[in-house]
């Protein structure tokens, strides 16, 4: 085309206003024309068909589709030179066309006819082109279109391969601006660019939008695709296992369903009018739900719990306090003033007519029948029994149970117990209460301080059944090895039995009547003759055990049976005497080295006398001293008290250096050290006058007796004031073979607890000063003269 010709106005052509559509060069495009004035301008565009046989005319969008006679104005002046190539009169008077569009064409003038348009047009002239320049962005645009396609289901992929074909840049614009779903200013404002090269930057953009667009679409569809197909086959699932359920797997034995069931067992139980009614809504909201689904199964858990419990169903008590003794006698060896304070305290409920009042509570070493004797009063009242361990406790909620809305919440150990003894008036042993501890989980003892108030317990509520139960039939007994780390208002509820180690005779009686007959029988030698010796069991316990109580003692008897059954079995037919050679053939080594005191008087060794939880020991305490600068070192494995203890014994020997014959400048020089061998845990204030005496020994280099032992805790001034625990150090003593025990005045009172034969046989030396105490203790030439120097002091009075 030359550029004469491109400025001459061409001849005017008729125009079809289009709605909604944009006709590109090149697009073959059927169209459905109704308006009057759109027909007549097809029809003048054909009867003025050329020589050619082209129908030209001019095709243009409509700025509103809406509009039905636009004005020259509604319509955009930039159009498409186009020819009808097929037109198809229809029935109802309207015309199905076929039209193709060639180029680009801006409208100039519009003229004055009727009854359609006739428009002046100049043809829009396209920069000429070669394929090399858009080589890459050709490329680019090809690609994203690939993409494109891939994503649009709307878009049929031979398409694909028409398009990879074209080599025109404009052609190819204009080819894909046809098949991208794109909104009608976008359309024609890609038919407006004349430039191929921004034409195709611009598709490039546009279809990296709509690309973004459909990955987002395909996304969602998956998903959501994903999920319906998810929940319809659940659905479909749980709905043909109900299916099957109902056929046949849903009814019990006795053909009754699962629900059924549970409304029995309701009807069947006196729970409280609250959990009644809280039952009823479970069991309807169990009904509504999928027997598979796991809120059926928290829901169910639930249920059961609360309908396993034993609401209002109690045993009949048959308070007899002869009945008791008996029980008790038939169970436990000795303990004599235990018993009676038990007995005493049943007779005052037998009075009452009813078990109310504080809580017993058993303290002492392991082994001494702590436990044993709770299950006694439990039998002999006719009670259900039920241990409940608190060793280890510390959050509060295992007490008192999580909160149903945590995975996997049970309830607390108090109604576990409960459900465990089937009975609402059990005896519950809360056994080591002493074990337990707090952190910031919470405090378990403010829960079981709800637990034993009497005043409250009665609408006991776990976290996890979230009903109150009625604990107040409970009768509870606690056992704990010391009182000390028993929380006071724990303690203030309860009255404290204290059960204190047995000594070697004792050992010897129960094992003998009880332990031993209760090993051979559950060893199945019942019927086979079994002897242990006197010395053979002596050997078990001064050998093979170390403990106050005789836990260890019937482990090791239970030992020896079980060895003694492999003989059997082996064929010996018995009788079998066990004796002391026997035993040690049976158990093995010895795991207790002999027990034996220092056979020499040395300086600055003492024997001390402890109480620990595993009853009483006897404490070698060693000092010394060395030159130094007048330091105080104490070591072994000791707590605080202790160490302040030590601290106080030094100053009482600093002040009264003088009258035991010190120089005060022997303190400047020298470093003192005070030791506890042993790896266990040493604490309290009672090896006061130990410290004070190993101390006055190493520096005065007085031997002290070996076969004196002593126990009590110093004031400053000298004086000796009362300890814990006598009975069991008395024992220990015993034990080791030392025939002196020194003790505070003041404990003479508890002397009475001691056994009359270790009294009998222990030389008991009361004092009140430690002057007393160190004249008793030390290897003195002459007693009488051992405060030589600094007369003019006074001695403390006594
Ligand atoms: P604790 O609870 O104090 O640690 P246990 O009650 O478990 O001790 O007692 C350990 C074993 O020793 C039990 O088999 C118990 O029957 C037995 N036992 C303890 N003391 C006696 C006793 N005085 N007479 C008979 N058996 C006893």
Known sequence: ???????????????????????????????????????????????????????????????????NDPTPDE???????????????????????????????????????????????????????TPAEFEALMRAVQATFKAFVELNKRIAPELMQQVALIEDPSRLADTIGVHLALKLPDKQALLETESPAKRLEKLYELMQGEIEILKVEKKIRSRVKKQMERTQKEYYLNEQMQAIQRELGDKGDDGKTEIQELEDKLKAKKLSKEAHARMKKEIKKLKMMGPMSAEATVVRN????????????????????????????????????????????????????????????FVGPPGVGKTSLGRSVAKSLGRKFVRM????????????????????????????????????????????????????????????????DPEQNSTF?????????????????????????????????????????????????????????KQQEANGLKDIKVRLTTLGVKTIIRRYTRESGVRSLERELASVFRKVAREVIAGDKGPIVVDRRRTKKLLGVPRVPKD?????????????????????????????TMPGKGKLIVTGVLRDVMKESAQAAVTWVRTRARRLGIEDAFFEKNDMHIHFPGAFPKDGPSAGVTMATALVSAIT???????????????????????????????????????????????????????????????IVMVDTVDEVLREALKLEHPEDFFRTSPEVSPTPS
């Open 701 to 763: 280099r007085i031997p002290v007796r070996r076969d004196v032992a002593m126990t009590g805790e110093i004031t400053l001034r000298g004086r000796v004031t009362p300890i814990g625990g006598l009975k069991e150090k008395c024992l220990a003593a015993h034990r080791l073979g030392i025939t002196t025990v020194i003790i505070p005045r003041e404990n003479k009172k508890d002397l009475r607890d001691v056994p009359k034969n270790i009294r009998s046989v222990l030389r």
């Open 302 to 361: 639930y249920i059961d719990w609360v309908l396993s419990l034993p609401w209002g169903e109690e045993t009949k008590d048959k308070i007899d306090v002869e009945e008791a003794q008996k029980v008790l006698d038939d169970d436990h060896f000795g303990l004599e003033k235990v018993k009676e304070r038990i007995l005493e305290y049943l007779a005052v409920q037998q009075l009452v007519g009813k078990l109310k009042g504080p809580i017993l509570c």
């Open 461 to 517: 509520n776990d976290h996890y059944l979230d009903l109150d139960f009625d604990l107040s039939k409970v009768m509870f007994i606690c056992t704990a090895n010391s009182m000390h780390s028993i929380p006071q208002p724990l303690q203030d509820r309860m009255e404290i039995i204290r059960i204190a180690g047995y000594t070697e005779d004792e050992k010897l009686s129960i094992a003998r009547k009880y332990l031993i007959p």
């Open 75 to 129: 319509v955009f002046h930039f159009a498409t030179l186009g020819q009808v190539v097929q037109l198809l009169p229809l029935p109802d008077g309207t015309v199905k066309v076929l039209v193709e569009g060639l180029s680009r064409a801006r409208l100039i003038g519009f003229l004055p006819t009727e009854p359609y348009f006739e428009c002046d047009y100049e043809p829009v002239s396209e920069p000429p082109s």
């Open 596 to 624: 034996k005191n220092e056979n020499v008087d040395q300086i600055g060794m003492v024997n001390g006398l402890a109480w620990t939880e595993f009853g009483g020991e006897v404490l070698h305490t060693e000092a010394t």
């Open 1 to 67: 085309m030359s550029s004469h010709l491109e400025k001459q106005p061409l001849k005017p052509l008729p125009l079809l206003p289009l709605r909604d559509i944009v006709l590109f060069p090149h697009e073959v495009r059927p169209l459905y024309v109704g308006r009057e004035k759109s027909i007549a301008a097809l029809k003048e565009a054909m009867a003025r068909k050329g020589a050619d046989g082209k129908a030209l005319l001019l095709l243009s969008a409509q700025k509103k589709a809406k509009t």
């Open 389 to 452: 361990s608190l060793g280890g406790v510390r959050d509060e909620a295992e007490i008192r149970g999580h909160r149903r809305t945590y995975i996997g919440a049970m309830p607390g150990k108090i109604i576990q117990s409960l459900k465990k003894a089937e009975s609402a008036n059990p005896v519950i042993l809360l056994d080591e209460i002493d074990k337990m501890s707090s952190d910031f989980r919470g405090d378990p003892s403010a829960a079981l301080l709800e637990v034993l």
